[in-house]
């Protein structure tokens, strides 16, 4: 009964949140790629398969992250803060497993040059994000983690001038109705998903002012 006490009042062992946390913005990045190589080569069995398992991984992280934090009295950052990064991590490996499943739904053949070049920005913007979430254990260095915030956010915010520039064209009349919603979607996904590599980024550099 003491020894078990005593594990849920000591920090958990090998510091497992920054470990989980680091599995997840991994498999970010993995399904940033995984769409990146749909929008160039079109979906097919092998990789829908593997997006359906980076977004089966994230559902078990974040479980795994919760069911920790549930059985552990003492963490190294806030509880809720723990809690939001989870849920915004586990949130972008789904927003961009639903585009790579609704690529096969919508029987989209060929991605545009603008989903690739959203694409493209998606990849730049979660290898960061893997930079600044392993910089979550060094809280002294604020200045760092706040230099790769502001990368992250001229990366979303090119995202933001590509994503205007696909609905321009998209409602410019060279489309139909289904196609337009078609492909909308898509694109939204993806916007939601820079979006929320934001949203990590300026969680984390609050964490380290609040601990710094």
């Known amino acids: 009964m003491i020894t078990k006490l005593l594990r849920k009042l000591l920090p958990p062992e090998e510091k497992i949140f920054f470990e989980l946390f680091t599995q997840s913005v991994n498999n970010c990045h993995n399904a940033a790629k995984v769409y990146c190589d749909i929008t160039r080569t079109g979906i097919n069995?092998?990789?829908?398969?593997?997006?359906?398992?980076?977004?089966?991984?994230?559902?078990?992280?974040a479980k795994r992250t919760l069911r920790k934090l549930n059985d552990t009295f003492i963490t190294p950052i806030d509880r809720e803060d723990i809690q939001d990064l989870t849920s915004l991590l586990d949130k972008i490996t789904k927003k961009i497993s639903k585009a790579c499943f609704n690529m096969r739904v919508y029987r989209i053949k060929g991605a545009n040059k603008n989903m690739q070049a959203q694409a493209d920005i998606l990849v730049k913007?979660?290898?960061?994000?893997?930079n600044i979430v392993a910089m979550l254990q060094k809280i002294a260095n604020i200045k760092e983690a706040s230099e790769m915030n502001q990368t992250i956010k001229a990366l979303e915010s090119e995202g933001d001038d590509i994503l205007y520039k696909a609905l321009d064209d998209?409602?410019?009349?060279?489309?139909?109705?289904?196609?337009?919603?078609?492909?909308?979607?898509?694109?939204?996904?993806i916007e939601n998903a820079l979006d929320?590599?934001?949203?990590?980024?300026?969680?984390?550099?609050?964490?380290?002012l609040k601990h710094n």
């Open 45 to 61: 069995e092998e990789n829908l398969a593997e997006a359906k398992r980076l977004k089966r991984e994230s559902t078990q992280i």
């Open 196 to 208: 929320n590599c934001c949203s990590v980024a300026d969680e984390i550099v609050s964490v380290m």
């Open 170 to 189: 998209l409602y410019s009349g060279k489309y139909d109705a289904i196609d337009i919603i078609k492909f909308r979607d898509i694109y939204k996904d």
């Open 125 to 130: 913007a979660t290898e960061e994000l893997i």
